[in-house]
T-cell receptor, first 112, second 111 residues
Framework: DSGVTQTPKHLITATGQRVTLRCSPR?????VYWYQQSLDQGLQFLIQ???????AKGNILERFSAQQFPDLHSELNLSSLELGDSALYFC???????????FGPGTRLLVL | QQQVKQSPQSLIVQKGGISIINCAYE??????FPWYQQFPGKGPALLIA?????SEKKEGRFTISFNKSAKQFSLHIMDSQPGDSATYFC??????????FGTGTRLLVSP
């Protein structure tokens, strides 16, 4: 158990809908990273937050957004969902000056 | 230049054998090279990591070999066990930033 929690574990929704994925980092970790894992694209970095502020953006679609709250949990919002958004979404966290990213169990999103 | 190339895509090793997975990178700014292990239905878990000022790092049965001049690094799993059957990802990052992952290697250790 990495100490990173993600909810929900599974999510099934329809095209055009909007969903919110939630992540709670390990205790004391200020950085949160979101990754998408799909069969064709592998593990791709989406976005990073540090202590509530956006730090880096990767291959994140404009339909996707994220935020980190004062209690350090983070949410990834996916809107106008398309079939191709079906994937595993992982959250990872790290300490302030640490390199090691600890991954949560992921949320499996299926868009029908 | 941000890519990390990983091979092989899949690997079958007999129990007790050595599993070897290779990765190559182009971006010389990368300064942290972790390996992650992922079991089905689980998130990636850090296995072992290395920085470019070291040519080899060993932790138990797992060893990273690093060749800075060739921009290559590899994971060796000694005395491979059926419980090692999983997908392995190499990755690289600059500073404390995003991880760039390889495409993964599915390892099967036969009993």
């Amino acid at each position: 158990d990495s100490g990173v929690t993600q909810t929900p574990k599974h999510l099934i929704t329809a095209t055009g809908q909007r969903v919110t994925l939630r992540c709670s980092p390990r205790s004391g970790d200020l950085s949160v990273y979101w990754y998408q894992q799909s069969l064709d694209q592998g593990l791709q970095f989406l976005i990073q937050y540090y202590n509530g502020e956006e730090r880096a953006k990767g291959n994140i679609l404009e339909r996707f957004s994220a935020q980190q709250f004062p209690d350090l949990h983070s949410e990834l919002n996916l809107s106008s969902l398309e079939l191709g958004d079906s994937a595993l979404y992982f959250c990872a966290s790290s300490v302030v000056q640490g390199e090691t990213q600890y991954f949560g169990p992921g949320t499996r999103l299926l868009v029908l | 230049q941000q890519q990390v190339k990983q091979s092989p895509q899949s690997l079958i090793v007999q129990k007790g054998g050595i599993s070897i997975i290779n990765c190559a990178y182009e971006n010389t700014a990368f300064d942290y090279f972790p390996w992650y292990q992922q079991f089905p239905g689980k998130g990636p878990a850090l296995l072992i990591a290395i920085r470019p000022d070291v040519s080899e790092k060993k932790e138990g049965r797992f060893t990273i070999s690093f060749n800075k001049s060739a921009k290559q690094f590899s994971l060796h799993i000694m005395d491979s066990q059926p419980g090692d059957s999983a997908t392995y990802f190499c990755a690289a990052s600059t500073g404390f930033q995003k991880l760039v992952f390889g495409t993964g290697t599915r390892l099967l250790v036969s009993p």
